[in-house]
């Protein structure tokens, strides 16, 4: 091995040590308690967001692993308005600045089932919260996302249907 190939593999090493050492180093920050996102955590419990945007969670009586929180559900809601699907707000949210959600949630107006009304009521301190705690959840790109269909537009009646 030549001299030079030698200096870059070793710098290439010193540079994988150093990033997980700093890596390492906010992953052990991320995990210290934090207030806000534990205040976070209860004002979505509380205010139902996981019965309808984490999958299962009313059928196993309010239980969710924290991993599997707030991914959507491709439970879908069938009504005049055509189907809906509970969206994936971790996904909503990693595209956002905190300035951007609290804005975003003032005006928020979406299709049913969704209670829009119930974010737009949240005070600053709350969304803040919220956003806190779901900004800190992992984000998996390659999680299907149902997206909201015209198509069953024509029944009037309102009904839940199993994507697939
Ligand atoms: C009764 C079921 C239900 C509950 C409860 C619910 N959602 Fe939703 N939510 C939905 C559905 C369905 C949609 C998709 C609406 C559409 O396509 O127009 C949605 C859409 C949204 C959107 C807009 C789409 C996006 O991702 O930008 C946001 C933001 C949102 N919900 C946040 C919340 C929060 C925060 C809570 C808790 C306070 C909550 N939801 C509670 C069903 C629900």
Redesign the pocket.
Known sequence: MKLYQRVLIGGGLLCVIGYQAFNGQGARQTAAPNAQVERGRYI?EI???N???TAGYAEAGGKAMEADRLKGDMLG?RGTWGT????N?RL?LSKMTEAQWLAY?KK?D??P???WF??RAMTDDDLKA?YAYIKQMQVDWAQPRPH?SRRTRRRSSPSFSGLG
């Open positions: 979505v205010g139902g967001c019965d309808c945007h809601y809906t699907y509970p969206t707000l909503t949630a928020l979406t299709r089932p969704m209670p119930n974010v919220v909201f």
